[in-house]
């Protein structure tokens, strides 16, 4: 099983620019999550899903988007990036009634 | 969702036994304790969980009091490798939204 893949794994845009970060995973989990995390911080929720078609925001949702059309797919949209979105961003899913999270390999951003 | 607190940062030695506590005062009657390490560059993985007294596996030792106010993750003789982020996490397993804080920066020095 692949887990938790996420594309691509570094990209580099200028401000102003949009892009879409894509998390996929094998494992059948209902909850999605993206993350992010900068220096010397922990990981902050920027969105989640519990499941097909429904999202909610996290602490810090200003700035994203994010849709969950497949149970498996969960993409985050930057729609006008700006260079405080400079992060590594994180995808997570876990099981409903479960407790331990599975992450990807995170996508490295880079807004100049 | 019960708030934890752990220390920002410890240093040791190969072949130490390194012990990070955090306290999570309000842990309510469902929670659990779980236990995540994440290495630089990676996302973080799940390294133990538990709800009460000791459970160790093959990385770590979890202790718990009676009163689960606290737990402490016992990592036994550090090596280089076991440098890296430790997070303590509290939550009931209907929980959908966990925090991960700060998390305590374990450094391991030859």
């Known amino acids: 099983n692949a887990g938790v893949t996420q594309t691509p794994k570094f990209r580099v845009l200028k401000t102003g620019q949009s892009m879409t970060l894509l998390c996929a995973q094998d494992?059948?989990?209902?909850?999605m999550y993206w993350y992010r995390q900068d220096p010397g911080m922990g990981l902050r929720l920027i969105h989640y899903s519990v499941g097909e078609g429904t999202t909610a925001k996290g602490e810090v949702p200003d700035g994203y988007n994010v849709s969950r059309l497949k149970k498996q797919n969960f993409l985050l949209g930057l729609e006008s990036a700006a260079p405080s979105q400079t992060s590594v961003y994180f995808c997570?899913?876990?099981?409903?009634?479960?407790?331990?999270?599975?992450f990807g390999s995170g996508t490295r951003l880079t807004v100049v | 969702l019960a708030k934890t607190t752990q220390p920002i940062s410890m240093d040791s030695y190969e072949g130490q036994e390194v012990n990070i506590t955090c306290s999570h005062n309000?842990?309510?009657?469902?929670?659990?304790i779980t236990w995540y390490q994440q290495f630089p560059s990676q996302g973080p993985r799940f390294i133990i969980q538990?709800?009460?007294t000791k459970v160790t596996n093959e990385v770590a030792s979890l202790f718990i009091p009676a009163d689960r106010k606290s737990s402490t993750l016992s990592l036994p003789r550090v090596s280089l490798s076991d440098t890296a982020v430790y997070y303590c996490?509290?939550?009931?397993?209907?929980?959908?939204?966990?925090?991960f804080g700060a998390g305590t920066t374990v450094t391991v020095r030859a």
């Open positions: 538990g709800y009460k």
């Open positions: 494992m059948n989990h209902e909850y």
């Open positions: 309000n842990i309510a009657t469902n929670d659990y």
């Open positions: 996490l509290v939550g009931a397993s209907n929980d959908y939204k966990l925090s």
């Open positions: 997570a899913s876990k099981v409903a009634g479960g407790h331990g999270y599975t």
